[in-house]
């Protein structure tokens, strides 16, 4: 669906799920951009995007999204469609996620996409008592461990890694950030949006934010030729969760540890939270990471402030 | 939050003004735009804890500090000491000697248990006062960033060993020479005199058998479980800095040699302290 370009030789760059709010933060940063030609893909509209942008609404499983492909002229491909509804039934989370990202990393490598970045997240990691405060790229990812739900995006995450040995063509990047804030609607900053937000009694981790403007543009960085590897990527700083909390004017509620689960469960069966369980694990322990190779290899520094990171969760995104 | 800034408040207001302020300040930080290093340490909760640790490290235990003048100004640097008394108060002692008696005032950061994460209140009270989950990648990182660490290389043996072993070491770990060598880190002995003597206990083992623990101290005077230490007298002694040679990757029985070393000059210490003591309580 592209239109009359004056230089349609720009670069093709897939990016699933563009659609989400994500989505459209990086189309929107990749556009401004003009080094690329943008091709979404995405089961859902995009409403109101530029015309000079591509959009394909179809399955990632599909023969429809190999024909994106097929015609060889795919330059690079971000994956970020990722499906986290933990409501979906685990089996269609599961086809969707994992054998949808292997579809992409065949196409990818059958058409010869020189460069695959998918993103993952530090939640890989997983939250634990014992974790030390930060970890790096080569820590184990532990998050299946204790959490079901995690368990697709440990699986992409392997997955892509192995893709580092089945094309060595390709450049792969993965990158795992810490919780993105911002207008975005995943765990983190619904979580941070409710008032009042519940807390553990006694319990206060540091955590590690970042932007979503700063992950847009890491992943317009980790198009650069060259660049391939595991990174992950660190907001500007480390502060209690508290503070963050405090910083965003809500008020809080408090509850003992033994009471939580039991609660948060019920809560999530009547359909009051869409927090699974063991989410709460996320505000209980350490779940930090290392980011100075995305610094050193990425040349990533965030540009937002700690201050407005966190409050950019307040903040309505347009386009 | 709640009860850390409950307990800043019920101590600023009863304490009378002292030099802890000045010292807070002087603590050479890595902080970020709201006060906090990677690590959850603040100065202001610092404060409040250095009133109560400053009261029981002056009038408690009246404790006596010998040989601060080897406590390095700045740069990285490792204690390693005995470790003893079933409480941990011999960590807390260390480190208000170090804050306390140098004329630059230093943050000892001591790696906690592993479980302490999982206890409410104390999960980040402990690291909003600078002390840390005990890693050997949280060391190393530290260490890197030139600050002081404390280690206890006898663990959980030395804590909880009963009354009858006092001023024994128990065996030392090797992990401590390994990281001391990778990060090219000198080594202050510290000798703790008082400790053993604060919770003599008796070790009741059909009792740790059944609740799974590895010891179950029982001490001669309620509540009989050690939970509030004797007034004893601390005595520490800080030794001259120690190098360690070699390859942090060198086999066990290369570094044991130098374990031992550091091993010995703290009992040799402890012997020294001990003969110079008169009275375990004054």
Redesign the interface.
Known sequence: MSSGDPQPERPKVVVTGMSGRLGRVVARHLHRDQRFQLVGLDRRPFSGRPKDVEHHEVDLRSKKARDVFRAGDVAALIHMGVMHDPRASAAELYSWNVSGTSKLLEYAQAYGVKKVVVLSSANVYGPRPDNPQFLTEEAPLMAAQRFPQMRDLVEIDHLVSTFFWKARETETVILRPVHILGGVHNAPSNYLRLDPIPVLLGFDPMVQVIHERDVASALGRALSPGIRGIFNLVGPGEVPLSVIISELGRRTIRIPHPLARPLWALAFRLGLSSYPVAELDFIRYVCMVDGSRAERELGFRPRFSLRETILAVDERSDW | ???ADWLRRRVDRRAPPDDLGARTRALVTRR???G?D???FHPDHLHTAARLAGWLYRSYFRAEAHGIEHVPASGRVMFIANHSGQLPFDGLVIGSAVFLEPPQPRLVRSMVE????????A??LL?RWGQ??G????CR?LLRQDEAILVFPEGARGISKPFSKRYQLAPFGLGFARLALETDTPIVPVAVIGAEEQAPAVNLRPLARLFGAPSFPVVPYPPFVPLVPLPVKYRLYFGEPMRLTGDPDDDDELLEDQVKAVRNRIQSMIHLGLQARKHVFW
Do not use: A, D, K, L
């Open positions: 939050m709640g009860v970020n735009e709201y906090f990677p690590f959850g592993h479980f302490v994460p999982t206890v409410p209140f999960s980040y690291s840390i989950t890693t050997p990648e949280n990182r």
